[in-house]
Every structure is written in C-alpha cells, then in structure tokens.
C-alpha cells in the first residue's frame, strides 16, 4: 500500500477561497516518509502571496457571508464536519503515519480528539454569551462577545489533528474565518480536514489552507494585517518571532510553546497505578510532545522501585515503522534526530538506566531508542532543557519541598502531575507547582478536548481547548444603553 492509495485531494495544492489551487510559481516541497526518510510525494511551497489572497478570502467570506450565519447552523456544521472526520478515522490515521511516522494505533486517537473536537465546540457554539451588568439608573448594560473576523493559525508537525481540532474548530464555533499554516513536515491531515469542511457544508473561503515554509508562508501570516489574532503552537525561538511580528500590527496572540513536565511520585504514592502514565507520558509520539513528561521526579523512599520497574517497562519498548504500530515510531526529520542525538551525547556522563530496542526500523528511518536516565541531578541540562524526544530523566528529592523547588525550576510550565494519596499534599502541591495544567494521580498528555490547556513562563500565555478557546477566539463588546 502508498500514499497514493489513501490521497482523495492533491496535497500538491493550497485551498484558498474554496479552490485547489497551486501555489503562485507552482513551487512545491518534498513529502518525506520519517519511517525510511524516502520522498513519498510532494506539497505546495506557498509564499506571501498565497497567504495574502488566502486572507483576502478569509475576509470577504467572513464580511459575505460567514458573520450572518446563525451561532447554531455553525454549530451543527462543526457536527457534521466531526461526523465526516469519523467517518474517515482510518484513512486520517494513515495519512498521518505516512507524514508524521506517528504509529497508526496513536495517529487514530488523534482523529478520533479531532471528531471529537468538531462535535464539543459544535456543541458549544451557541452557548457563547455576554452578560448584563447592573449600572446607573436609567441605563441597560450588556456585554457581546464577537468573533475577531479573520485568525490565523500556525501548527506543528507533532500532533496537527489535535491542534487544528482544538484550535480552528474553536475558532469557526466562535464564529472566525481562518488561514491555517500547517508545518512543513506534516500538512496532509489539515488538507484532508479542510477538504472534509468543505463537504460539510462549510461555505468558500472560511477555511483556507496555505502550506509552505515556516520562514515564508508563516512569517508571512503572522506579518499579515489583514489579520485579527494569532493563534501560534510551536517553539519558544517561533513564538517570539510571531509575537513580534503580531505586535507591529498590534494583533492578540496565543502561543502555545514548549515544556518541561515533571511528574512528581512521592513515597506514598500508587506505583503500580502510576507506571503506565510514567512511562506513555515520556515516550507518546516518540517524545516529540509538548506536554512530554521528560522528568520523573521520585521521593528517596520510593525512588529505587520507581528506577527498576520504569527500565523494566523501558526494555519491553519496541520501536519501528509507523505502519507496523509498536510502541515508538521515528523521530519527523533528520533534523530533529540530530538535535535529540545532541542531547543523548550530552547526557554521556549520566547513569543510563534502560532503551527501547529497534525492531522494525527501516535503514534511512529516524529512529531513536528511548532512553531513560537515571539519578539525574536538576541542574543538567537534561533535566532543565526541552528534548522533543524519547528521553526522561530520573530525579531523586527528599521533601515536599525539594520537589516543589525542582518543578518550578525551569522556564516552562505547562503540565505537571502528582502522585500521591494524601489529599492535603495533592492540594498544597496542585497550588505550588507553576503549569497551566496539574494532574493528580494520572498525566492527561495531548489529551483531553474539554480541559482548557496552555503555558505559565515560556511554555506561552492564553488558553486553548474547553470552553475557555471561546473567550480567546471572540472579543468582548460592552454596549451602554441610556433610556431614562
Ligand atoms: P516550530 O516553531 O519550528 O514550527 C511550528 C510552526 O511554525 C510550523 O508551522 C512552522 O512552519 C512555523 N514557523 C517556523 N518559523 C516561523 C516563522 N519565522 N514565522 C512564522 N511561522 C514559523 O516548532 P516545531 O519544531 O514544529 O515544533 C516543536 C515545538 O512545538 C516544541 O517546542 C513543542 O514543545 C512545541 N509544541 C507545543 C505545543 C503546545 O500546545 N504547547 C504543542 C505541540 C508542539
């Protein structure tokens, strides 16, 4: 089987006012299998003339047509559009195999989040209110939440169903049209998806597609004025080039960057509960996740069965093709191998304590055994920097305290989670420890469509997923009123 057999659009192609159309030049990319580093087809290499005329479109079918359509019709278009998404689970996972090497069992969850996505913010697109706020005598006050007009979302490669779900499906429920720049490395499932809209009913123009390079087509999204917000997920060094160019034009963003997430295992904790959250946290998507739990802090008392049973569950890891569906398949790119092969050499002083072991990993594939150390000290910078890939580290700690201080010591801060079963030290520690999300005796990476997700520090500020994406996809309008 290839690609081709599971292609029902040209990938060659950006989607601009309801059109296929090529980019301007007719420039394409190469399409790589990160499974055997082979080109398997190729994308369109859109530059800032496609992104312009895909927000010329955005506007004029905003302006047109998609302002007037009722909250509710928009809402039943999202659950259609899930339906569709559903429909097609396994064509979308392959799709996604093929061009993130994600192994199928794992891609099929995230089309599964992104049906789901389609059906939650379907559902809430018509329960997005204001509210009437009491004032002086004579006047009726009441607040409105309006759409921004145009976003612009810019993606990664990691886990493109999942963001675009949560992201542009929160922005059309909020009423938006949007230009989507999806990664470079992985743009087919945003393709196939916008694709899927269209056959939902979703009129031309509201959701257009530009694919391309992050120094061209991204650049030029996030310099573009015609657009009112930013929703941007990627690295911190991406992050602070959106909010720069975003802050030329005085344009809201949402970043959505990077992390460092410990997982803190204290003495009394549930070891046999917590070891399949330790382990998946680590190494989902070959640790190319941005909620990666890279750290494992543990608790003295507790810290030597924690060490022996996570290197055991790390020797039964198999890793291998994405279409062959073990545990870990390769890392996106060469690129990306090299940097996590930088850290490996880094971490050469340290106590390897397990790896996975390469089973069905084509010579040419990215593939990395995971890799667990042991007995790391929380100034190394294994322990402090964000790998984005199959590598954790071990941390002992004395006391409540100790942990709380190597948590926070970092510059991110976006999830964390805690085991233990006294309730009192699962509040005190859900309050001291700085990330957007904490999770008390289970770890919810990428998961979790209804949870509202995003960055304390560098990890990034505004809130994605739930039904707090609403308030950042809509503006706030207080109308005063004086009647007598
Ligand atoms: P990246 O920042 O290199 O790329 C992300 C997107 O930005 C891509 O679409 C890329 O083309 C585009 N881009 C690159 N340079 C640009 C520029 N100058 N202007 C505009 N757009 C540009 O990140 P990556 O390597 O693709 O992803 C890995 C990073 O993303 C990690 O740090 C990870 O933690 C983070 N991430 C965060 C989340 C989250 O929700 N917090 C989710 C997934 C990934």
């Known amino acids: 089987m290839s690609l081709k057999d599971d292609l029902w659009f040209d990938p060659s192609k950006c989607l601009i006012g309801g059109r296929w159309v090529a980019a301007e030049g007719g420039d394409t990319l ?8 082979g080109e398997i087809g190729q994308i369109a290499r859109g530059r800032a003339a496609d992104v312009e005329a895909a927000v010329a479109a955005g506007r004029r079918a905003y302006d047109s047509v998609w302002s007037r359509v009722p909250a509710a019709d928009r809402g039943r278009l999202l659950m259609k559009l899930g339906r569709l998404v559903e429909a097609k689970v396994d064509i979308l996972a392959r799709l996604e195999a093929w061009d993130v090497g994600k192994p199928l069992a794992q891609a099929r969850a995230d089309a599964l989040a992104l049906a789901r996505y389609c059906e939650f913010y379907g559902g809430a697109a018509d329960k997005l209110m204001g509210e009437t706020i009491p004032y002086l005598d004579g ?3 009441y607040t409105l939440r309006e759409p921004h007009g145009v976003t612009a979302h810019i993606v990664p490669w990691n886990y493109p169903m999942q963001i675009i779900g949560r992201s542009v499906g929160a922005a059309l429920a909020a009423g938006n049209a949007c230009v989507l720049k999806p990664a470079e490395e992985a743009c087919l499932t945003a393709l196939g998806f916008a694709d899927l809209a269209r056959e939902a009913g979703l009129p031309d123009g509201v959701l257009n597609v530009v694919p391309g390079l992050g120094a061209e087509a991204g650049a030029a999204l996030a310099g573009q004025d015609g657009v009112d917000h930013i929703s941007f997920t990627g690295s911190v060094a991406t992050g602070v080039k959106i909010q720069t160019a975003a802050a030329q034009n005085v344009k809201p963003v949402t970043l959505e960057l990077g992390g460092k997430s410990p997982q803190i295992v204290f003495d009394d904790a549930d070891i046999d509960a917590a070891l399949p959250f330790l382990v998946r946290a680590g190494v989902q998507n070959a640790g190319q996740t941005c909620s990666a739990s890279s750290r494992i802090l543990v608790q003295k008392g507790a810290y030597a069965e924690v ?3 996570m290197a055991e569950a790390y020797g039964s890891l198999r890793v291998g ?14 690129r990306q191998k090299g940097l996590v092969s930088g850290f490996l050499e880094q971490g050469a002083d340290l106590e390897m304590a397990a790896r996975g072991r390469l089973e069905d990993a084509p010579e040419g594939g990215h593939f990395l055994a995971p890799t667990l150390f042991a007995g790391v000290s929380p100034e190394h910078p294994l322990a402090r920097d964000e790998i984005f890939g199959p590598v954790q580290v071990l941390i002992p700690f004395e006391d409540e305290a100790e942990a709380v201080t190597i948590a926070n010591g970092t510059d991110y801060g976006l ?6 079963r006294e309730g009192a030290r699962q509040m005190r520690m859900a309050k001291a420890v700085r990330a957007g999300q904490v999770f008390i005796n289970n770890y919810g990476a990428g998961g979790g469509v209804e949870l509202p997700f995003g960055g304390m520090g560098k990890s990034g500020h505004g809130r994605e997923k739930g039904f707090e994406a609403l308030y950042g996809f809509t503006t706030l309008k207080t109308v005063a009123s004086l009647h007598g």
Not at 321 to 334: Q, T
Not at 415 to 420: F, G, I, L, Q, R
Request: proline share 9%.
């Open 30 to 37: 190469p399409l790589i299998d990160p499974s055997t580093g």
């Open 139 to 141: 006047y009726t006050v």
């Open 307 to 309: 060490a022996a049973r």
């Open 321 to 334: 093709r994405a279409m062959a569906d073990l545990d870990v398949g390769p890392l996106i790119s060469a």
């Open 415 to 420: 999830v964390a989670s805690v085991w233990t």
